[in-house]
């Protein structure tokens, strides 16, 4: 499985922003999707994951109620909509997939290379 994420960039803090991840690969469908970020000198945070048919959905404390988390599997790509975003956002967002879920990076075999979300004040 190959994961490209896009649709980072720069926002107002308060606007919205909708990052994608394409994948590539018989297996996407079959497995767990999420989304990961990595601010300058910190690590790297889970932030939401989906099963593979969208039953299970679970987010970090963090992003709660701001962000949302989606896929469709006829596409091939995952989505995580950013709302009501703030300066703290600001991170390298990651796209992850694999067959076990869960909220550490480690249970997630496959990584897109990242797109750059930028929030100003």
């Known amino acids: 499985v190959q994961l490209q994420a896009s649709g980072g960039g720069l926002a107002q803090a308060g606007n919205s922003l909708r990052l994608s991840c394409g994948a590539s690969g018989r297996s996407y469908s079959g497995y767990f999707m999420a989304w990961f970020r990595q601010a300058s000198g910190k690590e790297r945070e889970f932030l939401a994951l989906?099963?593979?048919?969208?039953?299970?959905?679970d987010y970090a404390d963090s992003v709660k109620g701001r962000f949302t988390i989606s896929r469709d599997n006829t596409k091939n790509t995952g989505y995580l909509q950013m709302n009501s975003l703030k300066p703290e956002d600001t991170a390298v967002y990651y796209c992850?997939?694999?067959?076990?879920?869960?909220?550490?990076?480690?249970?997630?075999?496959?990584w897109g290379q990242g797109t750059l979300v930028t929030v100003s004040s």
């Open positions: 989906i099963n593979s048919n969208g039953g299970r959905i």
């Open positions: 992850a997939a694999g067959p076990l879920g869960g909220v550490n990076e480690g249970a997630y075999f496959y």
